[in-house]
């Protein structure tokens, strides 16, 4: 396989399902296992604005709570926190995880994983009609797992919407196998990918691993621990299936079939749905030009009626989320941060932390290539504008020749700026909200501020001064805010948003002490050990890295002992 061969580990057709998913919904994912149906969602998941927790229901539902309310840390749960460590009953935790789900500042995903099992059980079954139908809320809840009439009877009484996803939206059956590789130029591939199908059928997790670890580019966050701990353990055997003949070199194109279509193969008739009479997926009949409906071997041509004339009207304004790992979005193109050239990416960021976007090529160079020669200076801002142009625009040039190019970027004289009306910053966004909110934010004002902190500015050059300056002033007006609406909730008496509130200053800044020393205290005062300790602990080294003394609280929540020692 040619070495520019990378396997896709998007699953486009599943993703696209749950964007699907409307606030306050509910998804019932349910077919046989070989599908890679959880490890599919936590992907999902790790893209999403908001949190997600996982209850793995598989286990026993009391000790399933318990590990998720442990993972929580008390950041999202903290009424289901409050239940099981006071060891209430199961319908006690149920009501307050309801609650935490109606939380107006607790928008989550919830992941039940394994609910076949939550069937099996009278009190298993009445956790999970709890869940489906309590009021109406923003949390959106994904149910996982194999197809059981009882799944259907739990949410028969759901007062939200239910997208439902079945095995003929997972599902490919072995004839589209080799009409796919064909259609692909792959004639001689055909063999090759049902070989692979009947390898991956009941590992969908482990081909997901497989895959990523084949490709040099495994998961982070919450997909690469959810991997790590609930697929890799046994999935040995598996993965060593998975490989040439030869035994020395996985067969990545096989592999790059399967997962690029964005599902895994599974045999119709292994499947609780299983019929002799297997579905195409009307979005891989259209794509490949192949009959919806397919019986045995036998293929009728069937021909799709061409789709109605949509106008899609495109802004050509181009949004910059630079906030955590920078994207690019113009158009309907995404251009990842990795993808730009650095000295464009370096000029991208500069001019966003300066007024109106605007800068003296002096300026940009000294900041941007201060050892340089004058000349090769500004032949330096010279490329960084020629390649930042044709990043946002691809057809600048030709549009250039004409005289009819959008003018995102702008060099006049002495003078480099970014176009206000077209070039549009996350982190501009923020700082005009902070400004507007610097007296006293009302609570929508302080979500809505939250919402749209999604990472620190300029992760890519953590190292420039400019940027650390820039970086501080958006976190500086961000906590000071966030400190003022702590002190208000606990004086008014409302400890688990005070906790909430100070777990989220906590992550904006997780390298100062003094954040992890307000939420361990707040934390032991809430009862909860366990994460107080833990908080403690962290927030005992990074005091000790400066030389600050910490309260004896603190040194009493973290147990007495001295964190660096362990």
């Known amino acids: ?29 349910a077919g046989s296992s070989g599908y890679g149906k959880s490890s599919a969602v936590a992907a999902w998941a790790s893209r999403s604005p908001q949190p997600t927790r996982w209850i793995r229901a598989s286990t026993r539902l009391h000790h399933a709570l318990a590990l998720a309310v442990d993972e929580d840390d008390g950041a999202r749960l903290p009424r289901l926190s409050r239940a099981i460590r006071r060891r209430h009953s199961l319908e006690t935790c149920t009501a307050a995880l309801n609650a935490d789900l ?18 099996a059980t009278s009190e298993g079954l009445d956790f ?85 670890q084949a490709s040099g580019a495994l998961p982070r966050g919450e997909l690469e621990d959810f991997i790590r701990r609930d697929v890799v353990g046994e999935s040995a055997a598996t993965l060593e299936r998975l490989v040439s003949d030869a035994g020395d070199r996985p067969d990545e194109m096989a592999l ?38 397919v019986t045995g071997a036998e293929v009728q041509r069937r021909y799709i009626d061409a789709p109605q004339l949509q106008i899609h009207v495109t802004s050509r304004v181009a949004h910059i989320h630079d906030l955590g790992p920078l994207t690019l979005e113009v158009e ?46 500004l032949n330096s ?29 702008r060099h006049e004289g002495e003078v480099v700026s970014l176009h206000p009306e077209l070039v549009r910053f996350d982190s501009a966004i923020l700082n005009e909200r902070l400004d507007h909110s610097q007296a006293n934010a009302r609570t929508e004002e302080l979500e809505a501020l939250l919402e ?30 966030l400190e003022r609406a702590v002190l208000a909730a606990y004086e008014m008496g409302d400890l688990d948003r005070a906790i909430d509130l100070s777990a989220r200053a906590a992550r904006i800044d997780p390298a100062d002490g003094g954040l992890l020393e307000r939420l361990a205290i707040l934390l032991d005062e809430d009862g909860a050990t366990v994460s107080a300790r833990r908080a403690a602990r962290r927030a005992l080294l990074l005091l000790d890295d400066l030389s ?19």
């Open 452 to 481: 749209s902190y999604r990472g620190p500015f300029g992760v890519e050059l953590p190292f420039e001064s400019w940027v650390a300056t820039y970086r501080g002033s958006l976190e500086i007006g961000l906590l000071s805010l």
């Open 128 to 212: 999970l009609r709890r869940i489906v139908e309590r009021n109406p809320d923003t949390s959106r809840v994904v149910l996982i797992g194999r197809r059981n009439a009882a799944l259907r009877l739990a949410m028969a009484e759901s007062k939200r919407p239910i997208v439902e996803i079945g095995a003929l939206d997972l599902r490919v059956s072995p004839l589209q196998t080799r009409q796919i590789a064909e259609s692909r130029g792959l004639t001689a591939e055909g063999n090759r990918l049902e070989q692979a199908r009947r390898d991956a059928a009941g590992n969908g997790g482990a081909v997901a691993v497989w895959a990523a």
């Open 332 to 377: 309907g193109r995404v251009v990842e941060g990795a993808a730009i050239r650095p000295r464009s990416l370096a000029l991208l960021l500069y001019l966003a932390t300066r007024p109106r976007q605007t800068a003296t090529r002096e300026e940009v160079i000294d900041a941007l290539w201060p050892d340089a020669e004058e000349s090769a200076g």
């Open 548 to 566: 600050i003394a910490p309260n004896p609280q603190l040194r009493r929540i973290s147990g007495g002992q001295d964190p660096s020692s362990q």
């Open 256 to 293: 790059q079939c399967l997962w690029s279509e964005g599902l895994l193969i599974a045999p119709a008739d292994r499947d609780e749905l299983g019929s002799e009479q297997w579905q195409v997926p009307a979005m891989i009949a259209q794509a490949l030009n192949i009959p919806q409906s």
């Open 1 to 29: 396989m040619a070495e520019t061969q990378r396997v896709q580990m998007a699953r486009p057709r599943l993703e696209a399902h749950l964007d699907r998913i409307a606030e306050g919904g509910v998804a019932l994912i």
């Open 381 to 409: 801002l010279n490329q960084a504008i020629f390649h930042l142009r044709r990043t946002i625009d691809p057809h600048y040039d030709e549009a250039a020749a004409t005289n009819s190019a959008t003018p995102y970027v």
């Open 102 to 119: 109606a939380s107006p500042f607790g928008c989550m995903n919830l992941v039940l994983d394994g609910v076949d099992a939550l069937v």
